[in-house]
């Protein structure tokens, strides 16, 4: 009997074992994965409008027009009345003044488009790769929409402000890699962008950031929103 007791014990725990290197080796495929999708994004060409929208625990919030412009190694991100652009070896950052116009400063870029990204692609597979990762992620393909690869992320070790809260969610665009939701929820707010639309084609004027002097165009759709 001890004998036999023996070797259903040694049976479950080898299930076990095998049950958690199942765990560990899908988790770490779909890590891989979404670094994937995510340096994707940020090596495509595409041209995304979005709406922002932070809620506060009380129900209140705001919601803000983004676009982003991507042709490497131009790119244009515009959202909550500032613009912060590369585009041929510059880095432009703008703010809107209370008359409605672009305060902005330019510069030399001391790094290249593609150094960036690198740099932003080994900071995320720091944060989801390794033996004690930041975040662990899981590749959902059973929720996600047609034609999208979403991904959704759960911190799992400790740490203060982490960068994209105690969960978040990235949906990619199979078409062209473009990030079309972001879901982040943090104890102070949760902040959702979503894509309303996305093409492929960009056009010089969408790679070309403001001057300084320029005027902002009007807000749409911002404000304060009742619980």
Not at 18 to 40: L, N, P, T, W
Not at 136 to 158: H, I, K, M
């Amino acid at each position: 009997v001890a004998s036999g007791a023996l070797d259903g014990d040694d049976g479950g725990a080898d299930a076990g074992g095998e049950d958690a290197a199942a765990i560990a080796e899908q988790r770490a495929a779909d890590a891989d994965a979404f670094v994937e999708a995510y340096e994707r994004s940020r090596t495509g060409t595409y041209v995304v409008e979005s709406v922002f929208q932070r809620t506060f625990p009380g129900g209140s919030g705001f919601t803000s027009s983004a676009t982003i412009a991507q042709r490497p190694p131009n790119r244009v991100e515009r959202r909550l009345g500032s613009v912060t652009a590369r585009v041929d070896g510059r880095v432009v950052l703008c703010s809107t003044t209370g008359d409605g116009r672009y305060r902005c400063q330019s510069g030399r870029s001391r790094r290249s488009y593609r150094s960036v990204v690198e740099r932003e692609v080994d900071t995320l597979r720091g944060y989801v790769e390794g033996d004690v990762p930041l975040y662990a992620v899981d590749a959902d393909e059973a929720g996600s929409p047609e034609g999208q690869a979403c991904f959704d992320l759960e911190q799992v070790r400790p740490l203060p402000a982490p960068p994209y809260g105690t969960a978040a969610r990235f949906c990619f665009d199979d078409d062209t890699g473009a990030l079309v939701l972001l879901r982040i929820e943090r104890d102070e707010a949760t902040d959702v962008t979503t894509a309303t639309s996305v093409r492929g084609t960009v056009r010089d004027r969408d790679v070309e950031p403001p001057e300084d002097g320029d005027r902002a165009p009007a807000a749409e759709g911002e404000g304060d929103e009742g619980p």
